[in-house]
Structure formats: structure tokens, C-alpha cells
């Protein structure tokens, strides 16, 4: 996904960059501003399945369900697929959050590596995230890093339903409705 730009550059210095597509274009991985290709139409599809399904589960006073969930971290400024975050966390305005989400969600691409979706993981977890989804179009399968339970996998044709406890609800998301994406 990430092609170096071969700049170092400090958060917040990256943060105030003018220009209304900079931050489309740009993340910041380690103090180092890489370029961010845009995703796919089957992916944007997966992110509104994934929106439509965390809307109608988690209650929306409560939470903020986002596509292309800025995250900002020490020297990170990293967009996810999808996050979900309590709104008393956000403040007066969501541009200014810092943190990541309690849910993030990152669907694979083939330029991912595992190193380094291990450590946006990990930097998700020491700054506020409590689940991180990693999601595989091609196999139609959703791994599920829980920050204090380990990891659990799922998939249409084995444990289909992903349930939302630790986030208050009662619901599911289902992976039959979440891979309902044409092909």
C-alpha cells in the first residue's frame, strides 16, 4: 500500500500540512511520510458493508463508525479501513483525536506485510484499541486480535459470527453478510 516518499517528518509538523488532498494521499509511518494509494471499488464496498453492519449494532449516540479512520499515534499518522470509537473519546472534533479507535479494521492488500500490520497492531493496542480486525477479501475470512482474550478466527463455512461484547452490544456481525460483496 505504502510506497516511501523518502521525507522524515515529525506528527505534528505532518499534521499541519496544507492542501486539501495531502492527508489522502500521504500517511506517516515512523516519522516517514510514505505515499497511500486509494482502495479499490470491491474494497470501498467492503468498507460500506462494514459501516452498514457496526451502524445497526453498536448505538450511534454512543459511537462514531468511520471508512478511512485517521489514526494518530507518536510518529504515526496511518489511515484504517474502518474504525469505531467512543464519542466521549472525541471530543469537540474528530480531527483532533489522537489515539486509535476501540475497533480498527484493516483489510488486506497485497503489498501488506506481516511486520508491519503486526506493528500498527501493537501501536493500536497501547493506544486505546481493544479489538483489531484484520480482514481477507480473497478467502473471505476475518482474524480477530482481541487485546486481552488472543486471537480468533472467522469464516463463512466454519465460526461465522463475530459477536461485539466488548463493546457493549449484543449483536453480531455475521461474515456471510460481510461477504456478500460482488466479485
Not at 516517514?32 to 479499490?40: I, K, L, R
Request: charged residues 25%; glycine residues 8%.
Amino acid at each position: 500500500m505504502g510506497t516511501s516518499v523518502a521525507v522524515k517528518m515529525p506528527l505534528a509538523e505532518f499534521l499541519a500540512q496544507p492542501g486539501e488532498t495531502f492527508h489522502d494521499l500521504h500517511e506517516l509511518w515512523d516519522g516517514q511520510v510514505v505515499e497511500a494509494s486509494g482502495p479499490s471499488e470491491k474494497h470501498v464496498w467492503l468498507q460500506d458493508k462494514f459501516i452498514q453492519l457496526l451502524d445497526a449494532a453498536l448505538p450511534r449516540a454512543e459511537w462514531l463508525v468511520k471508512s478511512e479512520f485517521y489514526v494518530t499515534l507518536p510518529g504515526q499518522a496511518r489511515r484504517l479501513d474502518v474504525g469505531a470509537v467512543r464519542r466521549a473519546r472525541i471530543g469537540k472534533s474528530a480531527k483532533e483525536f489522537f489515539g486509535s479507535p476501540e475497533l480498527a479494521v484493516k483489510v488486506l492488500l497485497e503489498s501488506n506485510t506481516i511486520l508491519e500490520l503486526d506493528r500498527l497492531r501493537e501501536q493500536c493496542f497501547a493506544h486505546g484499541c481493544s479489538e483489531f480486525w484484520v480482514v481477507n477479501m480473497e478467502l473471505r475470512t476475518v482474524t480477530v486480535y482481541d487485546n486481552l482474550r488472543g486471537v480468533s478466527f472467522y469464516r463463512t463455512g466454519g465460526v461465522e459470527v463475530i459477536p461485539l461484547e466488548a463493546f457493549g452490544s449484543a449483536e453480531t456481525v455475521g461474515t456471510p453478510d460481510l461477504f456478500s460483496v460482488p466479485d
